[in-house]
């Protein structure tokens, strides 16, 4: 992985290299921690972070699932978000806040462990890579089912609960496919190993509801916004796996991935990304990039730190340069 210089951990900025923790920490052994994956884009005025505080707020919701109060206020963790931008001197990049339960108590009964948080920025390009976002991927169902909410919380991004999701991406990848798409528990659709997923056919673009097992994605959140705000109607309604097969167009979205065009599901040929999935594509990554004024108010601001030059731009995905 790419590396930055610095990393915040436990409200102190320490170098990269020795941001560490104990072995017997707990979230390593029963995954007992929650997380968020963020962007933070380069734009004409400076390094923005998108939707910081709808991200923070849906980590002090996952750490609640779990029992965890944060030991910081979210503006310390976004003033922390902040520093860490600067500090590390990066125009855009990938961030990671984790809250984990730490060093100190072994077995199921976490409470009594402690708290510790850290986040982490470094440049991250296209998750599935750049040119995915022009062609599309090809995905194949998982027969690895998405998580019940019988059995965990599908909507807290907590760390343990991506072994389901690892188990379905890496099934997939063995075969040669670029992302997985997962089922909920009744066979319906219900999204991608770390996206949510859009389907377009009979004049309406329809999407997974929560109580399909999703993650709630905050890209899933913009898109549905950017799509209506362009005159497309979006429902949330279970969608059938063989509706993925006689889709106009299929696309994934999420922070990692950003918004990605499916062009092949099953070996079943959907053809290159269709207008309405580059339609919302192109307003997303306007969005993201400061040029769309109804939408500026999801760009958190970074304040430059004046006073040292930044480092060179981080290659963001073709789309988002045009
Ligand atoms: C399982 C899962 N679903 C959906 C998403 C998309 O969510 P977001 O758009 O908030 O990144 C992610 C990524 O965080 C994910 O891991």
Not at 8 to 29: D, Q, T
Not at 55 to 60: A, D, G, S, V, Y
Not at 135 to 142: A, L, Y
Request: some cysteine; charged content about 25%; aromatic content about 10%.
């Amino acid at each position: 992985m790419n590396k930055a210089d610095v990393i915040w951990m436990n409200g102190e900025i320490v170098p990269w290299e020795e941001a560490r923790i104990h072995v017997l920490s707990h979230a390593l052994h029963y995954g007992s921690g929650v997380f968020e994956g963020i962007r933070a884009y380069e734009t004409e005025r400076g390094t923005a972070v998108f939707r910081l505080r709808d991200h923070l707020e849906r980590l002090k919701d996952s750490a609640a699932f779990y029992y965890m109060e944060l030991p910081y206020s979210l503006e310390k963790l976004r003033e922390a978000t902040h520093e860490l931008i600067n500090t590390n001197k990066l125009r855009s990049c990938y961030v990671r806040p984790l809250v984990f339960r730490g060093y100190g108590e072994m077995g199921l009964y976490p409470l009594d462990a402690p708290i510790d948080v850290m986040i982490g920025v470094w440049p991250w390009g296209g998750y599935l890579g750049e040119e995915c976002q022009h062609q599309g991927i090809r995905c194949k169902v998982s027969s690895w089912r998405r998580m019940s909410a019988a059995s965990f919380i599908p909507q807290a991004k907590a760390t343990g609960q991506y072994l389901n999701s690892i188990l379905a991406k890496v099934e997939t990848a063995k075969a040669g496919y670029e992302e997985a798409i997962m089922l909920d528990e009744h066979g319906n659709v219900c999204e991608g190993s770390g996206e949510n997923i859009f389907l377009v056919g009979g004049g309406e673009i329809a999407t997974p509801p929560s109580t399909a097992s999703i993650l709630d994605g905050i890209t899933r959140r913009s898109v549905i916004q950017i799509a209506e705000d362009l005159g497309f109607r979006v429902v949330e309604r279970d969608i059938a796996r063989g509706e993925l097969y006689q889709a106009e167009e299929l696309f994934l979205t999420g922070t990692a991935a950003e918004v990605v065009p499916v062009r092949e599901v099953d070996d079943h040929a959907l053809g290159p990304p269709g207008e309405v999935t580059v339609a919302i594509q192109s307003a997303f990554f306007e969005a993201i990039q400061g040029k769309r004024d109804e939408y500026l108010e999801w760009l958190d601001f970074v304040e430059p730190d004046a006073a040292e030059p930044l480092k060179e731009p981080v290659r963001i995905s073709r789309a988002a340069r045009q």
